[in-house]
């Protein structure tokens, strides 16, 4: 009998990102990669989980030429089996989809329809939706979303202070990240489940951040809102800004709406600030005062939510680090976590440098949790997936 496969994917506007999967109750990745710079000179990077990296060069490709040099590269050397699913990660579900949901004609012309709520999102995700129906037509193909994890979230976190019809027109803090969240409390049940009921501040700290305050595997409040530019300043994204300065741009910079897209978007955040890199290892490596004053900044935002989040929960059973920062930099642990006693968090030095899951020396836990956002949609194709 054949293995069935399935397929995780992460679409951006130059690149998706995948996973493969063995049909298994809770499959561990056997490749994970991504093909980057589609439409240029696009490469295939593998990276099987017992075997060596691998780069292939692609040329001009597109979508759907992509999914099939996957396909080609990376499915079929893993085994003899078919791809039975196809699992995607969609950046918003709006106000109805807080599930993972079988894809069809009308789910997609729903998800369509929120384009412009995660504009540097959505489309490129879509994309990847039709490009898979055309390269596995006999595929399961779910939809799985960064906002359902906070749907539930209360109505004081769910709204703006702006006119109430807004509100009803969707005009919402939706909130990201939600797969990562997801991953993370899922994984708290299984390594510390007294934790898991309790009160967790999880920092997703990656070139795209956010902070999420967690009751009992419940999302209360989170960084980010309406798009994933708001919260914490990211790699290239802003984070919290007045929304004077967008009035400023517009009116007294003569900045379009594509101007101020771009700005906040892709030349914010740390690079930005820092005018060299949205890369945290680089900036850690500088010596330039701007570098240290970007890393400043991203932390000083982190600790205001750390206290803003304890102030929501009414104190902190748990810190959790995720995502490429968190997982990596223990600087920047160490830093938001510097004269924290009066929350019981204290970074232990030695744990800390070996990103170990444990690093508190005091009373509070601060983990390190490495997370895993396909794994979350690799559980939720097989439960979708019909019996055999
Ligand atoms: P992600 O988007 O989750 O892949 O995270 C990417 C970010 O993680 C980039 O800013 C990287 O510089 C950062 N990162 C990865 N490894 C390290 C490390 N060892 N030290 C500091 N930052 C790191």
Known sequence: MTTQRLLVLNAGSSSIKFAVYERAPDPGALVTGQVENITAAARLIMRPADGKAETIALGQTDHVAALQEIMTHAVIPTGDGAIAGVGHRIAHGGLEFTEPTRIDETVVAKLKTLEPLAPLHQPHNLAAVAASHRVFPDAVQIACFDTAFH???????????????????????????????????????????????????????????????????????????????????????????????????????GMSTAEIT???????????????????????????????????????????????MAAVLGGIDAIVFCGGIGENSATIRANVCEDMDWLGLQVDASANAKNALRINAGTVPILVIPTDEERVIARALVAALPSD
């Open 151 to 253: 749907r539930g979230h209360p109505w004081v976190n769910d709204t703006f202070a702006i006119p109430r019809s807004y509100y009803d027109k969707g005009v919402r803090r939706y909130g990201f990240h939600g797969l990562s969240y997801d991953y993370v409390t899922d994984k708290l049940q299984s390594i510390a489940p007294d934790i898991a009921t309790g009160r967790v501040i999880i920092a997703h700290l990656g070139n795209g951040a956010s902070m999420c305050a967690v009751k009992d595997g419940r999302s209360i409040a989170s960084t980010m809102g309406f798009s994933a530019l708001d919260g914490l300043p990211m790699g290239t994204r802003c984070g919290q800004l007045d929304p004077g300065v967008l009035l400023y741009l517009l009116e007294h910079e």
């Open 262 to 308: 771009a700005l906040l978007y892709k030349e914010s955040g740390l690079k930005g600030i820092s005018c060299l890199s949205n890369d945290m290892r680089e900036l850690e490596a500088s010596s330039d005062p701007a570098a240290k004053e970007a890393i400043d900044y991203f932390v000083f935002r982190i600790r205001r939510e750390v206290g803003a």
